[in-house]
């Protein structure tokens, strides 16, 4: 090609003015890949592609940007009780722990830490404040459904509020081994028969 074109430009014959032909060919070539390959993408060279937005409920981003009771308690204190769950489909991992008065019952404390995406966060920041102040069986109650549909999760995103319930179950049955140890009774209490059905 470069003979053709040194008939017609005689200047493109020297050494130093092929280099430079070269270079200009080369750079061709890479704009006219880069324009192929942006319209392939969907992406023109004048009007780039607005992205796709997912829109979250206001609820999904409050509980993100302020996510209620994040932290941990020691996993060996007797009247707490840890569940960890994952994902493997997406990688979300939720750690839930629950701090049980003895005497009552009841849930004093709740907190969380959850590695994942912004409904999972949430998820669990819902999940921990409805667990406060409740019996332990009434929070074996809470369904995935219920934090799904407060939180108005699309459907790509109900695994989350599943890990939520799972990882409340996690904790209760965790709390309930620990008793059962402490008590030395072999026999599994109503509550831990609960949670494994």
Same mark, same amino acid.
């Given at each position: 090609?470069?003979?053709?074109?040194?008939?017609?430009?005689?200047?493109?014959?020297? *050494?130093?003015?092929?280099?430079?032909?070269?270079?200009?060919?080369?750079?061709?070539?890479?704009?006219?890949?880069?324009?192929?390959?942006?319209?392939?993408?969907?992406? @023109?060279?004048?009007?780039? /592609?607005?992205?796709?937005?997912?829109?979250?409920?206001?609820?999904?981003?409050?509980?993100?940007?302020?996510?209620?009771?994040? @932290?941990?308690?020691?996993?060996?204190?007797?009247?707490? @009780?840890? !569940?960890?769950? !994952? $994902?493997? $489909?997406?990688?979300?991992?939720?750690?839930?722990?629950?701090?049980?008065?003895?005497?009552? @019952?009841?849930?004093?404390?709740?907190?969380? %830490?959850?590695?994942?995406?912004?409904? =999972?966060?949430?998820?669990?920041?819902?999940?921990?404040?409805?667990?406060? !102040?409740?019996?332990?069986?009434?929070?074996?109650?809470?369904?995935?459904?219920?934090? /799904?549909?407060?939180?108005?999760?699309? *459907?790509?995103?109900?695994?989350?509020?599943?890990? /939520?319930?799972?990882?409340?179950?996690? =904790?209760?049955?965790?709390?309930?081994? %620990?008793?059962?140890?402490?008590?030395?009774? $072999?026999?599994?209490?109503?509550?831990?028969? =609960?949670?494994? =059905?």
């Amino acid at each position: 090609m470069t003979k053709n074109l040194t008939a017609f430009f005689p200047h493109f014959s020297s *050494p130093r003015n092929k280099n430079h032909f070269n270079r200009f060919q080369f750079s061709n070539q890479y704009k006219m890949l880069r324009h192929v390959s942006n319209r392939i993408l969907g992406q @023109g060279l004048r009007s780039p /592609a607005t992205p796709a937005l997912r829109m979250y409920h206001e609820r999904v981003v409050d509980h993100y940007n302020n996510p209620r009771n994040v @932290g941990s308690f020691d996993k060996n204190d007797p009247n707490v @009780g840890s !569940g960890l769950v !994952g $994902a493997p $489909a997406c990688g979300d991992v939720m750690k839930l722990q629950i701090k049980i008065d003895e005497e009552s @019952g009841k849930i004093v404390d709740a907190c969380f %830490k959850t590695f994942g995406c912004g409904s =999972a966060i949430a998820s669990s920041s819902v999940a921990t404040e409805w667990v406060k !102040g409740k019996q332990m069986e009434e929070v074996m109650s809470i369904k995935n459904t219920e934090i /799904a549909k407060h939180l108005s999760l699309p *459907p790509v995103k109900l695994h989350c509020s599943m890990l /939520a319930e799972d990882a409340i179950k996690a =904790a209760v049955k965790d709390y309930e081994a %620990k008793r059962s140890k402490l008590n030395g009774s $072999a026999d599994a209490s109503p509550l831990e028969k =609960a949670v494994d =059905a």
